[in-house]
Each structure stands twice: as structure tokens, then as C-alpha cells.
């Protein structure tokens, strides 16, 4: 029985080539969407999972009150990860940790690696697994480093033998290798490329040693049966105990938020990447629920052909039940040819959607979950979009359908008309979304920034940079390619220092207000376009700004009416405000940013910016300001950024909620469109009579078309009634994520109806012309 | 004395268009006999397809009796009905009503699957069917490279394939032309001959003839 429906249903299938094609690619293109959004989800969400320890880990974070405001902070003082450790009985493992960029050379060999001073237990909390070496032995000397495997063999081509040779860093200092660990996945929240003991970066830094100083990635190891709420709590204490303040609340982040669920609030977890992957488990569903409204929608719409079927199987013997079994056992094998076209397509475009994401997802068809995932797809799809088609179809009475009546096609009809309405309803609401979306990050982009991101180079400042600063300058100028060169203690895109503890001339809670500090030379200004409001600049000669301090708008508002020049700003030392700066952006690029306190001070500086002259082609420009780097700080290579890259980077998570509603709207319209197409030439089919008729009686090509397309395009107006307040709804939601935000405009409807129309007017009108110029001598005269 | 097979009493048909109740058959009484061969007459619209279809099961009669070989049908469930028409009927239809997708060989067996007949038996069943019929050197085609007198061959193939008692047919050769009419209308009468019961609808005379008993219907009556 199952073999005589599957030879029917392949019958079936040839006989019908374009139908089975348009059903076959539009379930496809569903299916190798959702595949994509459910690796990407699948990827997201085993964050971190490759730790053992999933219900012990946690990284300890702070809440800290400015302005009646919480903020969250991942730093922590040194000395805590010890205290918890010996004080709190529920922590068995704490490790106070200091990322870094440490710049390995081995020969000619000179890389970059971000990794982490760390204690002993960091070790142990991650079960990092030794290929050499051992964790107890790692870090007995402190002048040792552990790294992974594929810094290893970055290093020295190989990751074996090379425990106990001598690494040079940052081109002064030796470190003994003592272990290699196996790589790290891509899928980790804190990653690192080595270890090295805390004691050889806290050596010389009293501050590693205070509780005043918030400096550190805290992470701690909890016993399996520890309370969490006691350990939190008396985590929150001893913190508050030690530094006195209030105002600090510390918290025990999980490994398994890690990654997911940490955006906070005023001191809530606000959720996070979680966010995203449900939107888009949702919309993955929702592309293959269009997908499945197109395949019930061909199979209904084909149903006269099958009426004769249906009742000669019933005057044979066949109950209604053994019908259902045959249609949807065809839909099954339809889903399953579509799921094998899905296979082939994500093949072939998984290395793009992986270059969209910018991540490294593998199909991986050997997971055995991946086939069951497939698999439980493609019969989830199949029954789900064979089942109406089966109690429809089953459903004709064989009298009527022998006979040659024509089957009354009532709620076929409307559940067919809804279906299309459906689809482009989630179309519409796809296609303002994807507008949208595109001007809130354009909005931001276009956001005026208080400086100039464009022709602005920034490089790390690494070891002579600063001694060299004058010759560099000079050199750099002398090239012609450079205009400037400003020095800064932080990146311009991101926050930086900051604190709470200062006084000013009329401030008011002064210690309730977090206040970013910038160690700059005099030429930052000039070279990153900070437009100066009144008073004046640095002076190139710093001894003449040692009480002088530059600071921006609203800083000058909190000093009260009248200008802030002359008033008095009071740190560790009395600094007169000299000038005041244009508010400029900074951290989050949706919200303000705090007030700026400048200082004329650039010997901790970290990072060296150049404004470029535009006239000169960007390769010369980089080749002149490498051979000066070369000439004076030769032993490390040359790494620079462009300001304006690294501000789109910031942007990376908006854009791609850009990119993919780009492709799901796409997607969406095109497989409606297959939908629309089909159910055209249908209609086209079963009125080829009437028009052969209308024809012969005088009516002109023109007038079918408008006759056949009249229907389809009012289900598409009733759509876009549905999908515009849907589509509002939904984005007035999701821009109520940012502070710095577009206004919904009404055009933006009008053009999504229109294109919904112009897509919908395209599809049909190709079937309803080519009924309209049939001979209606080849119709008529078949009846 | 021979088993009666069909047995209708006061058996009226009637349906409801728009406000109008229509009767399409009214009070028809007939007891059909094992081995009759009856031949049912009358112009379109007095109701020749209607009761084949009451007969067979297909559609109901809204009032009176009918009984099948004892079985009161007119008080059975659907189920048990079909269960009885799949057991002791076929049908062969005016347009054949092969099933385009499936083979000569396919379109045979489709009955014995309803009837959940093993393989092995179903292969010999229509193995013997094919030769008795001789088209076995056709089993592969489908019904389209197949002339009309070869399709209705293939649909009375199909109707007896099932070992049914009675064979309803209606308009059997009102698609064919008279070789292929007298050809279809020799077989009834040899499969009636070997003891199948047959009722025929026709519009022809001649067709008629090969009945054992002509029942003529006028505005859904028997006259």
C-alpha cells in the first residue's frame, strides 16, 4: 500500500513538473532558513557550554548608584578573589584575573595575543585540559606562561617539545613556558590565547593590593551543594564591608548568562542575546509556517485534478482514513525531496550566511541531533502542510465528483484566500521592519558625534611610543600624510576611567556623579576635530597646564549659570577650568555620555591617533607611517585601525538584525510570491472557459488581466490593513530598546503596500496575461 | 428458488433545492435476483444514475427499504456500509475513471489493496484477470495510451477483480463507439453467464437487449 502511494505520488510529481517545483523550492527555501537561524541559535546558546563545572562558575560583577541610577560593571578590586575564597564557606575556587595584549616574539616570529594574568585556581575553575604540563606545576614559577595550542604552533610551528623554552614578551621580558592547553572553541565569552601567574602582573602595582581600586575580571568556583543566595549575598557584603561604600553591590553572574542574559538595567538583568534568538527562533518558524501555508495552498488549489481520484478510490473500497494516509504520506515525500534540496542549498550557503554573521557555523550532517533535527523538520513540515490538503480532499462525496460536478470549493476557497493573506501580511510586516531597522542604524550612524571619525587612524600605543612621542610626531608630520597626532590614556569609541570622587565650584552631590577622565596631549583636539566652546586648548607645553583642565558642556552645565572658565575643579590636586569642549560620544552609542574631565597628561597614554591627509592614497599613507614606526619602535609590528571601521563594528549585533531582516524579508516575499504564482495559473486553469467565453463575446486581453489580478490584489490591500498596525506594534517595541531613536513615519507603509502590490501585480499579471492571449478556440473546445 | 440480492421497498429518493423539495426517486419497489442481468431504461434525468448510485451504496435512499442479501442497508452506519459495497459490488463508469497516475496493472490491483488482499495473492489475482481479459501485453501502459473500448475493458477488469456478486454499470458504452459498444456488451453477458449479477443504465435499445429484464424509469418512477 505505502509503495503504491509512493509510486503515485512520484507519478504524481513528474507529471506535474512546475507545481511540484514550486512546492518542492518554496518548502526548500523555508526549510534552509530556518536551518540557518537554528545554527546560528544552536550556536549561541552553547556559549561557554564546553566547561564542565555549568552550576558552580560565576563571574563576579557590581552594580554601582550614580545619580540614583545602577550601573553594572564587570571589575572588581584585586584583593577580593582571595577574601571570598577564605571567608565566604560556600566559594571553594576564586581567581582574580588582568586581560592583556602581550606581544610574543620568537626569531622573526612577532604575534599579538590577547590572554590573562591569573591565579592558580583559574585553572581549575575552567578544567583546562594540559596537552603539556600540568595545572599544579603551571604556575610555581612566576616568571611562567601556559598557552594554547594554537599560539604554540603560531609561535613555533608546533605545539609538542615546546614546554620549558624561554618566550620573550613585549620584546624586554622573559616568561618560562610551563604548559600548552588545548584550544578554546570559537563559542566562549572570556576567551584567551595565554595564561601567566597574577603575581608577575601585581608585582609592581600596590593598587592590585587595595580594595580602592575596581580593576580585575573576578571569577569564582561555588561547591555543588553551596546555597547561591547565601554565597551573593555574603559576596555583597564583604565587598560593601571592605570598601565602605554603599553604593557597590556585588553579584555573582553564572556562567550560563554569561554570554546571553547580560544586559542590566538600574541593577536588573535585562536579558541580552537571549533576545535576539528567540526574535529569530520566531521568525524562523514563521518562514517555515509560510513555506507550509504555500504547499497546503498549491495542494488545495490542485484539487479538482485529484477529485476524480479521491472518488474512484472511494467506489473502490477505500475509506476516508487510507485517503488522509495517501496525501499526507505524499506531502511526507515532497518535504523530504524539499529537506534534500535544503541540504544541497545550505552547502552552498552556509559559507556566505557564515561571512554575513561573521561566525564559523558547520552543518555538521554527522550530529546525529543535526539529521533529527532535519528529519523531525521535514515531517513536522510534511503532515503539518499535508494534513488540511488531506481532510479537504478526502472529503469529496465520489457521487459528486464522478459525475463530473464541479467540486464546490466554499471554505477551500476562503481558507486559500486567507492563507495568501496571511503570507503577505508577515511579508509586509517583514518588509517595514527591514525599513525601519535600516534608518534607526543609519539615524545613529549619522549621529553627531562631537568629533570626527573619518581620516583618523588609531594605534596602541607599544613600547617607545611615548619616550619617541616628539621625533615620531615630528616624523610622521614630515611625511606629509599626517596632519596630527593626539595621544589618549583611553579608545575615543569607549568609556575609560572614570570615577565619582571629585568637587567642583558649585556642584552639588558631587560624590553621585561619574565623571570620565581623559589623559591627553594638547593635539588630541585638533586631531580628532573636538570642536572647542570657549576659553582655550593645551598648551604644547605641559608645564604651563599642570592646573589647568579642559572639560566638556555638561560638565560646564553642573557647574552652574555663567561660564565655567576660571572655576575650580578639585581632584587629588585643584585644577582651574581653562576651556570647555562640544559633549562628544562615547560607550553606549544610543545613549549620552557622562561628563568629561581632560587633563594635559599623556605619559600613561594608550592610544596614539593620526589624522590622515586625504589627499594622499590611503597604501601610501599607511607605507609612510610604517616606515617611521619601523624607525622608531622597531621591535614591534605595525597595528593600526581606521576610527570609522571600528565605530561600524560597534554597531555589529544592530546590523545584523539589519542583515537578516534583509534576507528574511526576502525570503518571506519570494516564497509567497512561488505561493502567489501558483495559485494564479490556477486560477488562470479553472477560468480558461469563462475567459474563452469572454473572449469570443468581445472583451479585451486587457480587461482579463485587470478581471484576473482584481482578486489577488484586494487579499493584498486586506493584508496590508492587517500588517500595518502588526508591523507598528512590533517595531515601536523594539525601538524602545534605544535611547537615541527614529520617529515611525507613515511613508514608510505606504512604500512597503506599494512594493507589496508591485511584487504581487508582477507575479500575477505574467499568468493572467499569458490566459488572456490564449486562443479561446483551444479552451471552449475541450468542453 | 434463487437468493434475492437486492430488495427495495417504497425506496425514495429526494433532495432539496433551494426552497423546492425535488423527488429524483419516488417509491421504486425491485428485488434483484443472483444471475439477473437487468437493463435500466429511460430518458436523462429519470433517475437511471441515481438509484445505481442508491444501489451501490455510493449515495443513500432519504426513505424506505433496502435491503442487500438480507442486510438491511438503509439502517446500517457508513462504515459498515462501505465495508459491504467494497465485499460485493463494482462498478464500471461511463468515463471508465481509471486513475491516470497508475498502470493497467496498478489500476486492477487498486481494489484488492482496499481489501487489504496479501501480494502474493493479489499478483495471481490479476495475473488471471489480465489474461482473461488479454491485455496482459498492456499492463504497463497508462490509461491515456489506451483506447476507450481498452479503457472500459480495463475498468470492468477492475470491477471484477473483487469477486463481486453484483456489478453496477452505468452508461457503460456511452463513450464508445458501437464495435467497441457490442464488444464491452458481449462480455457483460459472458460475465453474466458465469454468474454475475448485472444492472446496466443505457439509453441504447440494442444495449438493452442483452439484459435478462428491462426496467424503464420515467421522472423517477418505474413504468
Known sequence: MILNYIKIAFRTLRKNKGYSFLNIFGLAIGITCAS????????????????????????VSTHQEYEGEWRTFGSTPGPLAEAMKAEI???????????????????????????????????????????????????????????????????????????GKILKVNSTDNYLISGVIENLPNNVSYPFAWLAPFERYGRDKEFTREYGSFFADTF???????????????????????????????????????????????????????????????????????????FMNLSTARSEKRANEVGVRKAMGSGRARLMIQFISEALILAFIATLVSVILLLVLLPQFNLLIEKDLVLGLSKPSHILFLLGIAIICGVFAGLYPAFYLSSFKPVEVL???????????????????????????????????????????????????????????????????????????????????GLSNSNILNGGNNGSNLTWTGGVDTEDILISFRLVNAEFFETTGMELKEGHGFSENRAKDSASVLIT???????????????????????????????????????????????????????????????IPTNDMLAKVEAVMKTHNPAFPFEYSFLDETFNAKFKSEQLVEKLSQ??????????????????????????????????????????????SKDFLKLVGISIVIAIPMAWYAMENWLQNYAYRIEINGWIFVIAGVVAIIIAMVTVSFQAIRAAIANPVDSLKTE | MKTILVSLNEATRTVNSGRHKITLLDNINLNVEEGEFISLMGPSGSGKSTLLNCIGMLDNFTDGGYTFL????????????????????????????????????????????????????????????????????????????????????????????????????????GNLNSKQSEEIMELFAQLNKEGVTIIQATHSESNAAYGSRIINLLDGKIV
Open chain 1, 663 to 708: 534576507l528574511f524579508a526576502l525570503l518571506a516575499i519570494l516564497i509567497s510570491c512561488l505561493g502567489l504564482f501558483g495559485l494564479a495559473a490556477y486560477t488562470a486553469e479553472q477560468r480558461s472557459k469563462e475567459i474563452g467565453v469572454r473572449k469570443v463575446l468581445g472583451a479585451s486581453v486587457s480587461g482579463i488581466v485587470k478581471l484576473l
Open chain 1, 553 to 615: 558642556e555638561s560638565f560646564a552645565k553642573l557647574m552652574g549659570k555663567g561660564s565655567a572658565i576660571g572655576k575650580k575643579v578639585t581632584l587629588d590636586d585643584t585644577y582651574t577650568v581653562v576651556g570647555v569642549v562640544k559633549d562628544f560620544l562615547y560607550g553606549d552609542m544610543y545613549g549620552a555620555s557622562d561628563p568629561v574631565l581632560f587633563l594635559n597628561y599623556h605619559d600613561e597614554a594608550s592610544f596614539m591617533y593620526l589624522k590622515t591627509n586625504s589627499e
Open chain 2, 70 to 173: 438480507g442486510q438491511p442497508v438503509h439502517r446500517m452506519k457508513e462504515k459498515n456500509r462501505s465495508k459491504l459495497y467494497k465485499e460485493y459490488i463494482g462498478f464500471v463508469f461511463q468515463a471508465y475513471h481509471l486513475i491516470d497516475e497508475l498502470t493497467v496493472y496498478e489500476n486492477i490491483e487498486t481494489p484488492l489493496l482496499y481489501k487489504n488482499v496479501k501480494s502474493s495473492e493479489r499478483k495471481a489475482m490479476v495475473a488471471d484477470m489480465l489474461d482473461r481479459f488479454n491485455i496482459v501485453g498492456k499492463k504497463d501502459l497508462f490509461p491515456i495510451q489506451l483506447s476507450g473500448g481498452q479503457q472500459q475493458l480495463v475498468g470492468i477488469a477492475r470491477a471484477l477483480i473483487g469477486q463481486p456478486k453484483l456489478i453496477l454499470a452505468d452508461e457503460p458504452t
Open chain 1, 403 to 485: 459525475k463530473g460536478l464541479k467540486v464546490t470549493q466554499g471554505s477551500a476557497t476562503f481558507i486559500r484566500k486567507g492563507l495568501v493573506v496571511g503570507q503577505f501580511t508577515i511579508s509586509i510586516v517583514f518588509i517595514v521592519s527591514t525599513i525601519l531597522v535600516y534608518q534607526q542604524i543609519q539615524h545613529v550612524k549619522n549621529r553627531d558625534l562631537g568629533y570626527s571619525k573619518d581620516q583618523l587612524i588609531s594605534m596602541k600605543v607599544t613600547g617607545a611610543m611615548i619616550e619617541k612621542f616628539s621625533v615620531i610626531k615630528q616624523d610622521l608630520k614630515n611625511t606629509g600624510a599626517i596632519s596630527n597626532v
Open chain 1, 220 to 294: 569564582a568556583e561555588l561547591s555543588p551543594d553551596a546555597d547561591f543566595e547565601a554565597v551573593d549575598a555574603q559576596v555583597r557584603n564583604l565587598l560593601q564591608e571592605q570598601t565602605g561604600d554603599a553604593d557597590s553591590k556585588a553579584f555573582l553572574h553564572s556562567i550560563k548568562d554569561w554570554h546571553l542574559r547580560a544586559d542590566f538595567e538600574n541593577g536588573e538583568q535585562v536579558g541580552g542575546r537571549i533576545d535576539s534568538v528567540k526574535l529569530f527562533t520566531v521568525i524562523a518558524l514563521i518562514i517555515l509556517l509560510i513555506a507550509c501555508i504555500n
Open chain 1, 36 to 59: 540557518l537561524i537554528f545554527l546560528w541559535v544552536e550556536d549561541e546558546l552553547s556559549f561557554d557550554s564546553n566547561f564542565p563545572k555549568q552550576d558552580q562558575v560565576y563571574f
Open chain 1, 89 to 163: 564557606p560556600g566559594v571553594v575556587r576564586a581567581s582574580k584575573t588582568r586581560g592583556l595584549d602581550l606581544l610574543f616574539s620568537v626569531g622573526d616570529n612577532v604575534v599579538n595575543r590577547f590572554g590573562r594574568y591569573v591565579d592558580n585556581d583559574f585553572l581549575d575553575i575552567f578544567s583546562l585540559t594540559f596537552i603539556e604540563g600540568n595545572s599544579a606545576e603551571a604556575f610555581k614559577n612566576p616568571e611562567s606562561i601556559v598557552i594554547t595550542q594554537a599560539t604554540a604552533e603560531q609561535l613555533y610551528g608546533e605545539h609538542e617539545k615546546v614546554v
